[in-house]
């Protein structure tokens, strides 16, 4: 959907049903807030690939900032094995208030008698979990490029830009590469590998950087002179 419409394009359609609810909440007073129903099913590590990723940390802030405490609760159903990785890679930008409405079944534990059937009336829950309401979407699957809405040139630029977020490089048998990543303190490092022979390990390991307390004429001239003083530790 990304590739196929765009990122503005989606954000305008999530803004549109979030708009929907608002109306719907302020035309009756039984209404105060709604639920957000999230299947997981068929994610993969492609689904967590590096655009993907910021444009959920773009949604997810104009959400927060433009519809706040209209959230009732995010039930999260069929998560996969993967779920705990994807979790720990979106939740560094989803405020604390947010993240506990957040309630994650896997499998069919949505099924359970403690499950969607406590927060969703039993003639609202899709046909494809089980329930009677209809759904016309067909789930899964690629986006068939002769739907895309934008032009093919488009496609093709923006996909060349995304994958200028990735480097490649040939290694020869026992050969080492180091990349270094500048991150802040409460910061999350992501990284996925593309193989095409043999196999690879990887290591990770942490340095900061501080400078020693001294006069502000002395600091001036360190850092004109681009010095730091690196405190390695063990690696991860």
Known sequence: MLRA?????????????CEQGI???????????????????????????????????????????????TLGVVLIVQAPRLFPLAWTLVKSFINENTRRKCLVYAGNDYLEEDG?????????????LGGPCPCDIECNGLVPREEYTRSTEDVLEREAGLQSLYKSLTLKRGE?????????????????????????????????????????????????AGITYPLVSEPL
């Not at 394009?9 to 049903?17: E, G, Q, T, V, Y």
């Not at 690939?49 to 773009?58: F, K, Q, S």
């Not at 990543?181 to 590998?193: L, Q």
């Open 5 to 17: 419409v765009g990122e503005d394009a989606l954000l305008r359609h999530a803004l549109f049903i």
């Open 23 to 69: 109306q719907k909440t302020n035309a009756t007073s039984k209404i105060s807030s709604w639920t957000l129903l999230i299947d997981l099913e068929g994610l993969n590590l492609r689904h967590l690939w590096a655009p993907a990723r910021m444009a959920m940390r773009r949604f997810t802030e104009v959400m927060e900032q433009n519809y706040p405490e």
């Open 116 to 128: 969607i059937h406590s927060y969703i009336h039993h003639e609202a829950i899709p046909d494809f």
């Open 176 to 224: 080492l590469h180091e990349v270094t990543v500048e991150a802040d303190v409460d910061g999350v490092i992501t990284w996925d590998f593309d193989t095409v022979l043999g196999e690879l390990q990887f290591t990770v390991s942490h340095r900061s950087y501080t400078q020693p307390r001294c006069n502000s004429s002395l600091a001036a001239m360190v850092e004109m």
